[in-house]
């Protein structure tokens, strides 16, 4: 079973730096490529980063390429989101989703989510 829960978000000011984390309380993540998401106030929901189980390969939207950081520990059942330079433009509700089909990185069709963290940025 897989029960992801999204933390780190917040209230922050434009150029500031956040670290999200998305943790599981059940199944091991390392059976699974991640991914984040994000979706602002009226918007669908968009994909922005994806790693692969080992945590080899990444992928990125190009919208926070060279922003944000994708990354994971499989001991401690947690993937991050490192974000820096932030704009008010990412203001958003931030999801984690996990994947468990073999192969590429995708933007979609992920498995299962967490419940969601909210991040704001003021300008």
């Known amino acids: 079973q897989v029960q992801l829960v999204e933390s780190g978000g917040g209230l922050v000011q434009a150029g500031a730096s956040l670290r999200l984390s998305c943790a599981n309380s059940?199944?091991?993540?390392?059976?699974?490529?991640m991914g984040w998401f994000r979706q602002a106030p009226g918007k669908e929901r968009v994909f922005l980063a994806a790693?692969?189980?080992?945590?080899?390969?990444?992928s990125y939207a190009d919208s926070v390429k060279g922003r944000f950081t994708i990354s994971r520990d499989n001991a401690k059942n947690t993937v991050y989101l490192q974000m820096h330079n932030l704009k008010p433009e990412d203001t958003a509700v931030y999801y984690c989703?996990?994947?468990?089909?073999?192969?590429?990185?995708?933007?979609?069709?992920?498995?299962?989510w967490g419940q969601g963290t909210p991040v704001t940025v003021s300008s």
């Open positions: 989703a996990a994947d468990r089909r073999l192969g590429v990185l995708r933007q979609s069709g992920y498995e299962y």
């Open positions: 059940g199944r091991t993540l390392s059976s699974y490529a």
């Open positions: 790693i692969s189980r080992s945590g080899s390969s990444t």
